[in-house]
């Protein structure tokens, strides 16, 4: 027999499991909490009672989903002392997470495409993954590994770009990305760091 808090965790996961489907589907300007019950099948109420607001709501829903994909992550890093690869892992790690979990990547990338759609609180607290390799990244520099780069929306393009290209174009045409394409773009990804005329003192 299913008691009230079982009954009431499972409407929440609907409500969630529509958001992540809507967004999919139409974005994030398709959101609403009249079309996500319907969506979930449930009453128009029901998202009220598990959120102040559509901003409480998708806030919550973004902190979750970045805790889900970040799973883990700490103890694969925990294999390896070395930095770079270390900065290797960490980048496998999320493309690996982003093609399992391709739902909850989809909403934090359109989350990520509008962050005034939710609190400054859910912004910091969904920061984790890129203060993660912006950290490593710049233990690199201080060990004069890596090219040196300030401008830390800069790293994250160097970094993620790539890899992020790869991911959405196999989302675009509906294709897959095998294993052995993540190591070999994440590695030339990184390794390009590591040559000289990447150096802002070369330039």
Request: aromatic residues 8%; glycine residues 6%.
């Amino acid at each position: 027999m299913i008691n009230m808090r079982e009954k009431d965790q499972s409407k929440k996961a609907k409500i969630i499991q529509a958001v992540f489907e809507i967004v999919d589907r139409d974005g994030l300007a398709g959101l609403s909490f009249g079309k996500i019950a319907k969506w979930a099948g449930i009453s128009s109420g029901t998202p009220y009672v598990y959120y102040r607001d559509k901003t409480d709501m998708l806030s919550q829903i973004y902190v979750a989903a970045k805790q889900q994909l970040e799973s883990g992550l700490d103890e694969q890093l925990a294999q390896t002392d070395s930095t770079k690869e270390q900065l290797i892992t960490c980048l496998e790690y999320f493309a690996r997470q982003y093609i399992k979990y391709p739902l909850q990547a989809n909403y934090i990338m359109a989350i990520h495409a509008a962050p005034e759609l939710i609190t400054p609180t859910a912004r910091q607290e969904g920061a984790s993954f890129t203060n993660s390799l912006s950290g490593l990244y710049c233990r690199l520099c201080k060990e004069s590994q890596a090219a040196v780069v300030g401008d830390q929306f800069l790293v994250g393009a160097l970094l993620l770009g790539p890899i992020m290209w790869l991911l959405r174009q196999a989302k675009l045409n509906n294709t897959q990305v095998d294993d052995a394409q993540i190591k070999r773009v994440v590695r030339i990804s990184v390794n390009g760091l590591f040559e000289e005329e990447n150096h802002e003192t070369s330039l």
